[in-house]
């Protein structure tokens, strides 16, 4: 019963994706993911995969527990699992080695997330937590589920170490994984992800010194063209303000990079890839930001269809790692129920954050003319350190010439 | 439909979105989106389960027609006759 032994053998990482060379194969760590600067621990629930198994750069290999709720992990690598060092279900430090991948092939040295430098040493000391045992031993997802759903897991045979009842153990129960990802997010706990929101913005409002720029947008073109093409379209093909705000962010940061990617080592490093991190709040309370990739790459329809996608997920905890690991830029949208305007606080180490204030209906002179407009406060919280004034003042100039011809973006 | 079948869709489309969420908290004349803080995104996935669950297809159009739990019972009872 007792886990000490396990934790002992514990390994921080001391490098970034060190390879070892044995014979001719190379060996890849598979590490406990930094899924944002605020993470220090993952809860290793579930392997999907177990040793031989090949696997390709991208595939979900893992199901790990956060502050952000149930991730599926990804694996870095293409190759063929070698070795799993630790068994489910454990709570591991950011950066313990939890398995080995053996290249197959070896030209393709997995890239370096943006984060893991940022992250080897988390903010907060590590402190190894616990995993607590009761008869029978059960996951503590198990355990919650069990006493939420009064069953008796004494009849239930348990496949993880030590015969604990894992949550695939209960797969005949009448229990489907939607139900087990819910009592995930209850079990992590309100607590948790403040403590997780807090470092990452202490953290910001620390290192980053930032600066707020503010323009109101008007979006008459914008709101009529959404008019016009969702007047026939179902549900499943309607598409909301947020698809068009995100493509016009994605052109205007095409013509100004200086804004998307990374500070880190005390220089800039700009992303060549556009990946949109967005602020969800969940309803439980917290928040989420997975990332939409290469916005700048797709259609209107597909940026909707990939906004609705990370909402849906965002909420039943499937997020992939890779999601809540490199966004190069975020936006948070305070929607129609919201307020004027949003400074938000920077994500380390992204350097700007765009606020979608709502839409507000105000008095403007055209020659002369008072008319109706709508207009749309964009505030840039942007750090001072990479970008100035005046690009800031470009950049959100350009965004709203891209929302005034909808029809292009 | 039957009144009686809607009422479970809604409720089962709703809690889709905010599990939360029953019956005896929503009150049917107000508007559903305040009555269960739901943001356009929410009240989006609540129409496209609607869809699934009835083949409904309800566009920007009727939105006002279905903007509380009693309009949106009316107007499915109407379109699955």
């Given at each position: 019963m007792d886990r000490e032994s396990d934790h002992k053998e514990l390994q921080m990482k001391e490098e970034d994706s060190v390879a070892e060379i044995l014979g001719n194969d190379i060996v890849e760590d598979i590490i406990m993911p930094s899924?944002?600067?605020?993470?220090t621990e993952g809860m290793l629930v579930e392997w999907l995969v177990k040793p031989g198994d090949p696997v390709k750069r991208?595939?979900?290999?893992a199901v790990i527990e956060t502050q952000k709720g149930a991730i599926d992990m990804e694996v870095y690598h293409t190759g063929v699992i070698s070795e799993i060092l630790h068994e489910p279900i454990v709570t591991l430090p950011v950066g313990t080695v939890m398995a080995r991948v053996t290249l197959t092939e070896p030209g393709e040295r997995a890239k370096v997330t943006p984060l893991d430098s940022v992250t080897?040493?988390?903010?907060?000391s590590i402190s190894l937590t616990h995993v607590e045992t009761s008869t029978p031993l059960a996951s503590p997802v198990v355990r919650k589920m069990a006493m939420d759903q009064r069953l008796d897991l004494t009849e239930v045979k348990g496949?993880?170490?030590?015969?604990a009842i894992l949550l695939r153990d209960l797969s005949g129960s009448n229990i489907d994984r939607t139900n087990a990802i819910e009592v995930d997010d209850a079990i992590n706990t309100k607590k948790a992800m403040r403590g997780a929101i807090a470092s990452a913005m202490s953290k910001s409002k620390n290192e980053i010194p930032h600066f707020y720029q503010s323009l109101d947008i008007e979006l008459g073109n914008a709101l009529q063209w959404l008019k016009r093409t969702n007047e026939d379209r179902a549900p499943d093909q309607h598409i909301l303000l947020l698809a068009l705000l995100l493509k016009a962010a994605a052109k205007a940061l095409m013509k100004y990079?200086?804004?998307?990617?990374f500070y880190q080592n005390n220089q800039f490093v700009h992303a060549e890839e556009i990946h949109i991190g967005n602020v969800i709040s969940l309803r439980q309370g917290g928040l989420v930001v997975p990332a939409i990739h290469n916005v700048d790459k797709l259609s209107v329809d597909e940026t909707m269809e990939a906004i609705r996608d990370i909402s849906v997920r965002g909420r039943s905890g499937h997020l992939r790692s890779s999601e809540l690991t490199d966004a190069t830029i975020t936006i948070t949208n305070m929607g129609e129920r919201g307020t004027d305007t949003v400074f938000g606080v920077i994500y380390p180490p992204q350097v700007a954050i765009i606020g979608f204030g709502k839409v507000r209906e105000t008095p403007q002179l055209v020659d002369g003319d008072l008319v109706n407009s709508e207009v749309m406060s964009v505030c840039l919280s942007a750090d001072h350190r990479v970008i100035d004034g005046m690009l800031g003042a470009k950049f959100l100039n350009a965004l709203s010439k891209q929302l005034q011809k909808p029809e292009l973006l | 439909m039957k009144i009686q079948e809607i009422k479970v869709v809604l409720m089962k489309a709703i809690q889709e979105i905010a599990p939360e969420i029953e019956l005896e908290d929503i009150d049917v004349d107000e508007d559903l989106r305040d009555e269960c803080d739901l943001d356009s995104m929410d009240f989006l996935n609540y129409l496209i389960e609607i869809k699934k669950l009835t083949g409904v297809k309800i566009t920007e159009g009727d939105y006002q027609n279905v903007n509380t739990f009693k309009k949106m019972v009316a107007y499915l009872e109407q379109k699955t006759e």
């Open positions: 899924l944002g600067a605020d993470m991208g595939d979900v290999i080897v040493t988390p903010l907060d496949s993880g170490p030590l015969g990079p200086d804004l998307n990617g | -």
